[in-house]
């Protein structure tokens, strides 16, 4: 039986043992010193634009300045409505550049924006009783990543969900659906007037002894306890959270107070977070 | 009477009323209590040729796994040089075990997510800086994923596979931190918080967990919850993978005993 592939996050840093010591020890003082010289709880800056694609829904394209670049496409059909399937209305497909379409870092980040998203999302998808629209969201990695895509993928999504625009429906709720051809009138899919019902977004959190660190970078994930996938809501409700692998640097896991600490954290930087994003929105 | 109308099966005169059927519930029934976790059988050493092996069963469902475990073994030439164990962990279901349709051969993209999370569990329990250049592969394969439940239900499959392919590690005398134990609860629609539960629910949270030194190595939780919340269901799940920590040992006592006794390893089934 030939050894399973090992995932591409296993990779390991171009760091010595030497260099990740250091890193690790600089990490666990109190207060830690990022080598980027970022406070825990800041993200690095990025640069996003909206609506970029004429022939989509709505589309993103948001840039790390590392070069993690990606490239969000939503469009939608009518589908007829069945029973029971609200969690089908959404597809999500993520490509990797360079890697293969199985590759256990798309499958991870396809399932991670799905989870995140597709719960509330489903809701919104109706047309009158007997239809509804079905979202493809494709998502397109032009880097391979040098720090974890996730956060990366999600603010993408969720900009590009922000600027979908479906177009009006000029019939009624029984009849067979019949749209206005005026795009002028075309409906957001989440009207600016209610922020709070914006799409979830996805923080990645890494723990190193006590102190916790939000987007970190890879080799700040290489000498993590553990890093964790938050996703949360405008509310600060955790959608989902999963665990992702951290560097090999160290054995053992993390204490539940910082994961208790991490989930707490998770709220009030969330909210951070989406107020930028919704400056980012109205700026288009 | 020659008029009667003998092509046709014509019904009773008097009429009649149609059949009443009591509603079936949703899912079956849960006996157990809310804090109740079900009985588990591990059993190691089933498979000769790997390395170390391990088959887990849970009493009053048919979900059975099995995992086997080879390594460490050195990686070959071709990857590049690793100062610790590179750990690999593969969740496989067999073609028969679902309820209803065969399930495919070709890996798709719900083994691969429950493969990776296995590994990130499994992980950092191995002592991986003691084999440097040496690969440690965990083979699971579901051979029953538990037919009383209508869906599969994923948290039930990894905790169960987390559970035995701990033991099988450890057959395998790979040296660990720690036995990883793993548990799984779900909130119920009264809000109240089930171990173990056996069916399927929209909030879930999932816990490896190293009991003796009071560590997580890996949380997967499911459904909107609050923080408080996730707090909470992580701190019962931990607990209820406590619980499951018993039986993990005792499969790897058992077998230490039967190696001092018997100086061959004992691979009758018993119990």
Redesign the interface.
Known sequence: MAPPQATNLTATTPLSPAELSYLRTSLLLSPPIRPDARSPTTFRPLTAELDILPSTHGSSRIVWPDGGECIVGIKAEVEKAVVDGQNKRVEVSVEVAGQRDDDPLAVFLTQSVLDTIAPRLGERLNIGERWNWKVYIDILLLTPPISHPSTLLSLGVNLALRCTKLPLLISAAEEDPLFSDDWDLAKPLYPSNTPSEVPAISLLVASVGENVFFDPTREEMSVADCVLVVSVDYDGKVIALRTLESGSVGEGGVNRKVVARIVSQCAEVGREVFEGLEAIAKAG | MALADRRRINGPLTGTTPPLFTSTPESPISLKSARDIRPVFIKTSLTPPAHGSAYLEIHTSTLKLSASV?GPRPL?PS??F???A?V???VKFAPFSTPGIRRGYV?D?FE??L???L???L???????KYPKS?V?V?VTIIDTGSNAREVNEFEILTAAINVSSVAVCDAGVEM??LVSAGFVGRDAQGDIVCDPENVMEKMCLVS??AA???????????????E???KM??VA?ETAGRTRGVVSEAVKERVWSLQLGGKPDVKMSG
């Open positions: 080879y070959p990857a590049p690793s100062p610790h590179r690999t962990a593969e890996r993209n691969r997510d493969s990776s999370q590994q990130i569990a992980c950092r329990a191995i002592n991986t800086a690969g592969d083979f931190v720690d967990y190293m030194r009071d560590e997580i190595t890996m949380v997967w939780t499911k459904g909107e919850m609050e923080g919340e996730v707090v992580t701190d931990a």
